[in-house]
């Protein structure tokens, strides 16, 4: 199994960027998959959480407004568009693939680098 981010970078605030996690090795449809970041010296947080069904994805008050989660199943794919980036929202941003809660079927990807600076 083999999760990998892409689309980070630097931006400035105010812009926008789209993430997307790629998965490989398993069947996108049948796992929860969730959207994590992590800032420097902070502790690793929530940032969306994508149902299989992709009803009721659920957001961080943080993000709620800004950010969108989407899946594509047939793709295996899925992707974080955030809008209206803040400085605060600088962090290695994580990809995550659950089977179901407290599964051992529990995948992360490697990270991508968000810079949010003037």
């Known amino acids: 199994v083999q999760l990998v981010e892409s689309g980070g970078g630097l931006v400035q605030p105010g812009g926008s960027l789209r993430l997307a996690c790629a998965a490989s090795g398993l069947t996108l449809s049948t796992y929860y998959m969730s959207w994590y970041r992590q800032a420097p010296e902070k502790e690793r947080e929530l940032v969306a959480g994508?149902?299989?069904?992709?009803?009721?994805?659920n957001y961080a008050d943080s993000v709620k407004g800004r950010f969108t989660a989407s899946r594509d199943n047939v793709r295996n794919t899925v992707y974080l568009q955030m809008n209206s980036l803040k400085p605060e929202d600088t962090a290695v941003y994580f990809c995550?693939?659950?089977?179901?809660?407290?599964?051992?079927?529990?995948?992360w990807g490697q990270g991508t680098q968000v810079t949010v600076s003037s």
């Open positions: 994508i149902p299989t069904a992709a009803y009721n994805t």
């Open positions: 995550r693939a659950q089977r179901s809660v407290g599964s051992p079927l529990d995948y």
